[in-house]
T-cell receptor, first 112, second 114 residues
Framework: EDKVVQSPLSLVVHEGDTVTLNCSYE??????LLWYKQEKKAPTFLFML????IEKKSGRLSSILDKKELFSILNITATQTGDSAIYLC????????????FGKGTKLSVKP | KAGVTQTPRYLIKTRGQQVTLSCSPI?????VSWYQQTPGQGLQFLFE???????NKGNFPGRFSGRQFSNSRSEMNVSTLELGDSALYLC?????????????FGQGTRLTVV
């Protein structure tokens, strides 16, 4: 059965800290891995990763994929209180582009 | 450009009733996927429509159904509602063709079954 596992499930840090969120997967016919940030309702898209070893970067956020070891990490440097959210990892697999398999998420709380 | 629009935002229904939720994708996007999000199960895939055809389906009972119109708008229907159907229902749109593309989510419909 396809699965995506995120760790840790929750994390509390102070502003300025650097955090690393983990996502491992076992998915048939892996196509891509996506990271989302969910604050209240709609998950907002962060990154899509398809190739191993190529870091994607956006401001203080970066992510990388290891297709051999079947995992990805999301790094956030110099965290701010606005980074507090649930971070979701999802993997697109199988024969369709629409079937995203989500992890349970990592709840990040950044304290001032 | 406008994002993904879901209506209604909130809904309260009684057990046994049925409900229809609507999703208008980003202009130009032809794929619409539906997800159910609950605290215990996280985000779970319901189904995906592309060019008015259901292209993929998750592990939900037949009470959950959907359709897509020629303008790519999609509806999801749940019949004979159960208490356990209370959840946030999210739809995501993507271009849906060619190589992998990002999926963008709407704000969701919060369904409460009493």
């Amino acid at each position: 059965e396809d699965k995506v596992v995120q760790s840790p499930l929750s994390l509390v840090v102070h502003e300025g800290d650097t955090v690393t969120l983990n996502c491992s997967y076992e998915v048939t016919n892996f196509r891509s891995l996506l990271w989302y940030k969910q604050e209240k309702k709609a998950p907002t898209f962060l990154f899509m990763l398809t190739s191993s070893g190529i870091e994607k970067k956006s401001g203080r956020l970066s992510s990388i994929l290891d297709k051999k070891e079947l995992f990805s990490i999301l790094n956030i440097t110099a965290t701010q209180t606005g980074d507090s959210a649930i971070y979701l990892c999802a993997v697109m697999g199988g024969g369709s582009q629409g079937n995203l398999i989500f992890g349970k998420g990592t709840k990040l709380s950044v304290k001032p | 450009k406008a994002g993904v629009t879901q209506t209604p935002r909130y809904l309260i229904k009684t057990r046994g009733q049925q409900v229809t939720l609507s999703c208008s994708p980003i202009s130009g996007h032809r794929s619409v996927s539906w997800y159910q999000q609950t605290p215990g199960q996280g985000l779970q895939f319901l189904f995906e429509y592309f060019s008015e055809t259901q292209r993929n389906k998750g592990n939900f009972p037949g009470r959950f159904s959907g359709r897509q119109f020629s303008n790519s708008r999609s509806e999801m229907n749940v019949s004979t509602l159960e208490l356990g159907d209370s959840a946030l229902y999210l739809c995501a749109s993507s271009l849906g063709s060619g190589i992998d593309t990002e999926a963008f989510f709407g704000q969701g419909t919060r369904l409460t079954v009493v």
